[in-house]
């Protein structure tokens, strides 16, 4: 019964053959495989960069989460400085007399003024709308790097400024200018 069904059918083989023409049934065939082979292919390579695109989302959020921790711990380091300072202040002033404490307050009060001016200055170099300027979002959505790039020399910056403030020693080509974060007194 098998041998009548599949001999009648391998018999007119030659014929499908000869229909076809240049195609011909192993030609059919092979570009057949080709275009499933070349298919999966496909479908690994897009799976492949789907993958991979989903993993630089999940690396770039973390990088963005440890940065902004930093900034965090940052923040609070200048406030734990601006803290260690205040109580080295007063202690100073418990040893200084009547006339040196009348001294040190305006030079506070002289150095809260200064502050409060690189503050303002701060703030409008960060809100650049007001000079018609584009946002500093728009710029990080188009420039990334050069935000990027921009915010690091800052923070190193920043953090040498904070050295400087807190009794470091200044090498002798260095030229930083720390009077925006920390008034005219800085330098």
Known sequence: MFKRLFGGLLGRLPLINSILGIFGLKNLVLLGGLVGTF????????????????????????????????????????????????????MMVLNMGFEQVAEALNEIIKNERESRESIKKLEDRLHREKEGKKSLEELAEKKPKMVEKIFNDELKRLRRCVELFTGSKRGEDEKIDCSDFFGKSAN
């Open 39 to 90: 298919s999966v292919a496909y479908l690994s390579v897009k799976n492949f960069t789907n993958v991979l695109y989903k993993e630089h989302r999940r690396v770039y959020e973390k990088i963005t989460t440890l940065e902004n921790e930093i900034l965090e711990k940052d923040i609070q380091n200048q406030s734990l400085s601006k803290r260690i300072n205040s109580l080295n202040t007063q």
